[in-house]
């Protein structure tokens, strides 16, 4: 089987959104004892966004050159990530309920855009009403065989020792047992529901805790039944090939690409904020192991795969772009070029593209500053927007075969289709690199960032700590 991509990731940009953070709409009325917008957050606290207010910013997101979104759980849910299921079948009442996310999946599809959701199928949570029944029955529990459940009572709130598996030992977290055949249908018609509603794709939450492949198999065969364009993607924060096959996942979150981007072109990398998350120690890598690395990334995976990657530089389960990075906005722009100009659909974290700070969860799931732009980083807002910008124009960074090497010191990927030539250049060094012979495209070619550094005649010299796109004049 050769794997494919559904055609439309390969023109994608993601824009990931935290619901909860992210955007709050006058429309919806609230509860009370909300956090105040902008205040730290917590890890029980809710600020009060809400998908209306998703809808009401569009035009934000799509001004990023992002024409899809990749939302965090929106499920009914008493935890604001809503990794805590409750229920499956209802959007939270937070969040809107259904008729807020009709209203986001209508707009968003008006305007061309997609939209995925988040697939939690690993564990539910101590009020879903299944788990409840047994915490309430016991061994009469019609439910008993959903769970993994060892001894009874299940201590679900202290008391002894816990009598059931629960996600990193976590009570509020009980792991579902998939191998009993109402589960998995359960969940597998979970999984059609939404596409149907209007969904786009799924990104499966720790899907390879839910260790069996034919439960995986058949998720596939059955959401591709239910929208044929579906995109399927796991978090996976390793290589991945068992999944990638093309009989299960269209893509992983790629983490081991924003790890070597880190390595290439962070100076001083907060290695203790990156330590507490899944991106670990990042190791320093000279621009030649950076493009054997990325190399290695992109011929891994058979068949299309590699344009059905989610490249990320950040999530909600990182410390944020800026925060990694401590703040040098050069680092940080090579790092989003690099981003933008490599085959897989780029995802950027919301409020990435303004500079919001913060480290590890909770740190990095801050409100977004509506009402202070003073707040923003303009100068970076505009430069996301025109990689957006470019990407959309230029297909080579879309759809292009890639050719990564080192040049001098500087890393280039070569992008290439029946549309042309692309080369994305990004030097790290403190020296001044002359671009020459494969790198470049033509004896005349332009920096498509920047138009001013554009000489002709065969040679590109590359500033220090500095980034180009480069096309044929």
């Given at each position: 089987m050769t794997p494919t991509v559904p055609d439309w990731v390969k023109d994608a940009v993601f824009y990931q959104v935290f619901p909860d953070r992210f955007a709050t709409s006058a429309r919806l009325a609230k509860p009370g004892n909300l956090e105040p917008w902008g205040s730290p957050p917590t890890v029980h606290g809710y600020k009060g966004g809400d998908l209306l207010g998703v809808a009401e910013r569009l035009d934000h997101v799509q001004a990023l050159g992002a024409n899809a979104l990749y939302l965090n759980p929106v499920f009914a849910s008493t935890a604001n990530h809503r990794y805590h299921t409750h229920d499956y079948h209802r959007v939270d009442p937070l969040l809107g309920g259904d008729a807020a996310l009709e209203e986001l999946l209508d707009a968003a599809h008006a305007r061309g855009m997609r939209v995925i959701l988040d697939g939690v199928f690993n564990h539910a949570s101590r009020g879903f009403l299944q788990f409840n029944d047994v915490l309430e029955n016991g061994e009469k529990s019609p439910y008993l065989d959903w769970f993994?459940?060892?001894?009874?009572?299940?201590?679900?709130?202290?008391?002894?020792?816990?009598g059931y598996e629960a996600w990193w030992g976590l009570p509020a977290l009980p792991k579902l047992n998939v191998a009993n055949p109402q589960?998995?249908?359960?969940?597998?018609?979970?999984?059609?529901r939404w596409l149907r509603f209007g969904a786009d794709g799924w990104r499966l939450d720790v899907p390879s805790e839910i260790d069996d492949d034919e439960f995986w198999r058949e998720f596939r065969r059955r959401c591709v039944a239910a929208k044929p364009d579906a995109y399927i993607v796991g978090e996976i924060w390793e290589l991945a090939e068992r999944w990638l096959q093309g009989d299960m996942f269209h893509g992983v979150m790629n983490?081991?690409?924003?790890r070597a981007v880190y390595g290439l072109v962070g100076r001083d990398v907060d290695q203790a904020e990156a330590?507490?998350?899944g991106l670990g120690t990042i190791e320093p890598l000279e621009p030649a192991a950076f493009a054997a690395r990325l190399d290695d990334l992109l011929k891994v995976y058979p068949g299309e795969t590699a344009f059905g990657q989610l490249n990320l530089l950040g999530s909600h389960d990182t410390p944020r772009l800026a925060t990694v990075l401590r703040g040098d906005d050069v680092a940080v722009r090579q790092a989003l070029?690099?981003?933008f100009a490599s085959p897989g659909a780029p995802c950027v974290y919301y409020g990435d593209e303004i500079g919001l700070?913060?480290?590890?969860?909770?740190?990095?799931?801050?409100t977004v500053p509506w009402a202070d732009r003073a707040a923003w980083d303009e100068d970076l807002l505009a430069f996301v927007s025109a990689l957006g910008g470019l990407r959309r124009e230029l297909e080579p960074l879309r759809r292009g075969t890639a050719e990564?090497?080192?040049?001098?010191?500087?890393v280039v990927i070569r992008r290439e289709s029946a549309a042309g030539v692309v080369c994305a250049a990004v030097n790290a060094t403190d020296h001044a690199v002359d671009l020459r012979g494969r790198a470049l495209p033509a004896t005349a070619f332009v920096d498509r960032l920047d138009p001013r550094a554009a000489p002709g005649g065969g040679s590109f010299t590359l500033p220090y700590r500095s980034?180009?796109?480069l096309t044929p004049a």
């Open positions: 993994h459940v060892k001894r009874l009572p299940l201590n679900a709130y202290g008391g002894g020792p816990l589960v998995r249908e359960f969940l597998l018609d979970v999984g059609e983490y081991p690409f924003a330590a507490k998350s070029l690099l981003l700070r913060g480290g590890h969860d909770p740190g990095n799931r801050g990564v090497f080192a040049v001098a010191g500087a980034y180009a796109v």
